[in-house]
């Protein structure tokens, strides 16, 4: 299992209200549009790649993110998974791990 997760620029308000969630399973919580992680408006293949490049999870809330990667790299395995539920929109969080 990786120890770092960059979380999409579209959960970091879920992100913010479930730190303790995400850090009894990441040691490192790497966010979309901060420090120098992928900007808001990266397309999917940067991403992707960032998480690559750094073995890290993603999360996200994007269900077709992954299509980006298959695409691209049709002999990837990828897990995805629901990580949880985000309360105030009501929509799922995916965890996506690349094996």
Not at 25 to 49: A, F, M, R, T
Request: negative net charge; contains cysteine; charged residues 30%.
């Amino acid at each position: 299992m990786a120890n770092k997760v960059l979380v999409d620029y579209n959960k970091l308000g879920w992100a913010d209200d479930n730190k303790s969630k995400i850090g009894s399973d990441y040691e490192v919580v790497l966010h979309v549009g901060k420090d120098g992680n992928p900007e808001q408006d990266s397309p999917d293949d940067k991403i992707l790649s960032f998480c690559l490049d750094r073995c890290c999870d993603l999360l996200t809330g994007d269900k077709r993110i992954h299509t980006s990667l298959l695409r691209d790299r049709p002999n990837m395995t990828v897990q995805i998974s629901q990580f949880a539920l985000d309360a105030k929109s009501g929509q799922p969080v995916y965890l996506i791990k690349f094996l």
